[in-house]
């Protein structure tokens, strides 16, 4: 496993930093031949992120996008049905390429559309959200939410490379920061004690180290995830704080009198 301050190598893919990603995106896309490209973002990510993405890209802005719904309320199948019928309708087949733009209910619903559909077609993640930056876009794990129970139905599959860009984080609210920060510190808990005390005294909404931190945490993900790919032992560390908080986090969502709770607020 190979690192350094721009890149990061996965099982079979790199998570890539800053503009460097922009230019392994634009190798990578040289280098094989796709029948078609495909955007997958939700409402928000398409308002606020999708043109700061195609600025590097000219090329691609007549590619069609497919929209969901922004909430994890939406992760679930019937969001994935109406993405296959639009891939279909629109003629994808086995060589097209789906790149996700957004926070982790994109990049994982996303993941696991591309992996189903034709059994299996290629994409790319380009995280939005501090929390789909060191979790959600890392690791391979993909799916949709089922009968009320987070991530029940998905595939460990991985992307074919993920584009970290921190000037996304400058359309997130606070409170999007703070669910990011949260599995940031859960990291440090569970592998490294002298970063979980460097959090603990960092602003979240401080952007000046935010990169150095974000690197930290999906090197430390990455090197879990290389020794267990398919959670069979090690990998479950990273569950540490999951099992109450996707609880909660469920209870939350399926509760019309309770306010919804983020990802890192739950498991908090």
């Not at 995106?25 to 997958?40: D, N, V």
């Not at 460990?156 to 703070?178: C, G, M």
Request: net charge negative.
């Amino acid at each position: 496993m190979k690192n350094d301050a721009s890149s990061i190598s996965g099982s079979g893919y790199e998570v890539v930093f800053s503009k460097k990603a922009y230019h392994s995106l634009q190798a990578h896309l040289a280098s094989t031949s796709y029948s078609s490209i495909f955007f997958l973002v939700d409402n928000n990510t398409k308002k606020h992120c999708l043109a700061l993405f195609l600025e590097y890209f000219p090329d691609l802005e007549d590619a069609p996008v497919l929209c969901m719904d922004a909430g994890e309320e939406h992760k679930h199948l019937g969001s994935c049905e109406k993405i296959w019928q639009q891939l279909s309708d629109l003629g994808a087949d086995r060589k097209s390429l789906l790149i996700n733009v957004g926070g982790g209910v994109v990049t994982d619903l996303g993941g696991f559309v591309a992996a189903a559909f034709k059994r299996g077609i290629d994409f790319v993640n380009v995280p939005t959200s501090l929390l789909s930056m060191v979790d959600a876009s890392v690791g391979g794990k993909t799916g949709v939410d089922f009968n009320g129970l987070k991530n029940q139905i998905g595939v460990i599959t991985h992307p074919k490379l993920v584009l970290i860009d921190t000037q996304y984080l400058n359309t997130l609210p606070a409170e999007e920061y703070r669910s990011g920060y949260a599995e940031m510190l859960k990291h440090g808990i569970i592998q490294d004690p002298d970063y979980f005390s460097e959090l603990s005294e960092f602003k979240p909404l401080d952007q000046s180290i935010i990169v150095d931190h974000i690197h930290h945490s999906v090197a430390i993900k990455n090197k879990v995830v290389q020794q267990d790919l398919n959670e069979s032992n090690l990998r479950k560390i990273l569950n540490y704080g999951h099992t109450l908080g996707h609880a909660i986090e469920t209870y939350c969502l399926t509760q019309p009198h309770k306010e919804n709770l983020l990802h890192g607020e739950a498991i908090a």
